[in-house]
Structure formats: structure tokens, C-alpha cells
């Protein structure tokens, strides 16, 4: 049974600092992962999707990485802006189908 | 492309009454997931429609159930409220099977408060 963790629940960084959000996951056979951003009452935005054959994925400033050895993904954001502020969640397929496990998420909080 | 629609954005209900929310996918998208978040249990898995067919169920009450139509538009209910049941219920898309390979796409969501 897969299951999800991202620790810590909480970050602040000061603007222009490169972070790193941590994603850990139980089951090695996974089939992809992947990462959303949560404004506070909003749904949930699609950031980046890693298929289990791949090492990372990136999209302007995020990188997103996938280990399935160590049962880890990292989300990586350069020069961090204000406008990061958000919770980031990381999920992934239980099996085939529509189900997402996901993590606790991060709420990151970027000081001007 | 449009994106997910959800309506209600807001629901207040009280004890008792039951409850239908509404989700459109994205245009050409056949499968369409139902997630419960609350502060404390986050983000949890409801159930799972792909060609009007219940796909994948999570662990909860009977209570709670959906259905797909033709246009893939999807409905979930929810009888005999409880307080506890008072959370953003999201609604998310994907296009072909789901799940293994497919990107879900969220919907803005629908915040129901039971008092």
C-alpha cells in the first residue's frame, strides 16, 4: 500500500533563496509522481508529472526529481519569489486508475 | 480549453440534509476523480468515474456516492450530513485512463460547511 510523506509541514525562506521541498513514498513500483501547488481555499494546480521511467522533469524555475531507489522526489525551486507562497503537495497513482496518494503537503511562505 | 468547473463554489447545510455537487471536466477528458480535504486528514480519495462506470472507491460511508453521465459530467452526493463532513470537496480530470500515466487536472472546488 503506497504512502506519502513530505516533511517539513511548514517552510519560510527569504525572497531569492533556491529550496528544496522533499516528497518520500513507501512503494518503489511507482508510476509516476506528481506535484501541485494549493493557493490557500483554491484547488489544486498542476505543476509537474514524472513518469517512473524518468529522472526529472523541469518547467521554468521548478525541477522535479524522482528516485525510486531511495523512495524520494524533490521539488526544486530557484530564486524563490513571493508569489511561491502556496502549499505544494506531491501525490501519486495508487495502481491503475484515477486514485492519488497524497502527502500531508508543504506550506511554503516566501518573505519579501 | 476550459478547465474543471465545479458548482457549487459554496454550500452551507445543516445536520441531516443531504447534498449534490457538480463537476464538468475538462472537454474530451473520460475520467473524473472525487477528493475530500480537511485540515486534519488532508487530502482523501472519494471515488473514481471513467465511462459512467465506478472505477476505484476510497474508504468511505455509504453515504457518499456519484455517478457519471454520457458527457462525462459528474455528480457526487452525500446523504444524511454529519458535522464532520465539512470540507472542500475537489473534483479532478484526466483525459484517457487515469491514474498510471495521466496528468489530473483539479477544479476550483466546492467548500461545503455542515452546522
Known amino acids: 500500500k503506497q504512502e506519502v510523506t513530505q516533511i517539513p509541514a511548514a517552510l519560510s525562506v527569504p525572497e531569492g533563496e533556491n529550496l528544496v521541498l522533499n516528497c518520500s513514498f513507501t512503494?518503489?513500483?511507482?508510476?509516476?509522481l506528481q506535484w501541485f501547488r494549493q493557493d490557500p481555499g483554491k484547488g489544486l494546480t498542476s505543476l509537474l508529472l514524472?513518469?517512473?521511467?524518468?529522472r526529472e522533469q523541469t518547467s521554468g524555475r521548478l525541477n522535479a526529481s524522482l528516485d525510486k531507489s531511495s523512495g524520494r522526489s524533490t521539488l526544486y525551486i530557484a530564486a524563490s519569489q513571493p508569489g511561491d507562497s502556496a502549499t505544494y503537495l506531491c501525490?501519486?497513482?495508487?495502481?491503475?486508475?484515477?486514485?492519488?496518494?497524497f502527502g500531508q503537503g508543504t506550506e511554503l511562505s516566501v518573505k519579501p | 480549453k476550459a478547465g474543471v468547473t465545479q458548482t457549487p463554489r459554496y454550500l452551507i447545510k445543516t445536520r441531516g440534509q443531504q447534498v449534490t455537487l457538480s463537476c464538468s471536466p475538462i472537454?474530451?477528458?473520460?475520467?473524473v476523480s472525487w477528493y475530500q480535504q480537511t485540515p486534519g486528514q488532508g487530502l482523501q480519495f472519494l471515488f473514481e468515474?471513467?465511462?459512467?462506470?465506478?472505477?476505484n472507491k476510497g474508504n468511505f460511508p455509504g453515504r457518499f456516492s456519484g455517478r457519471q453521465f454520457s458527457n462525462s459530467r459528474s455528480e457526487m452526493n452525500v446523504s444524511t450530513l454529519e458535522l464532520g463532513d465539512s470540507a472542500l470537496y475537489l473534483c479532478?480530470?484526466?483525459?484517457?485512463?487515469?491514474?498510471?500515466?495521466?496528468?489530473?487536472?483539479f477544479g476550483p472546488g466546492t467548500r461545503l460547511t455542515v452546522l
Open positions: 468515474y471513467f465511462s459512467e462506470t465506478q472505477r
Open positions: 514524472i513518469q517512473s521511467s524518468q
Open positions: 501525490a501519486s497513482p495508487a495502481g491503475q486508475g484515477g486514485k492519488l496518494i
Open positions: 512503494d518503489s513500483a511507482i508510476y509516476n
Open positions: 472537454s474530451g477528458h473520460r475520467s
Open positions: 479532478a480530470s484526466s483525459p484517457l485512463a487515469g491514474g498510471t500515466t495521466d496528468t489530473q487536472y
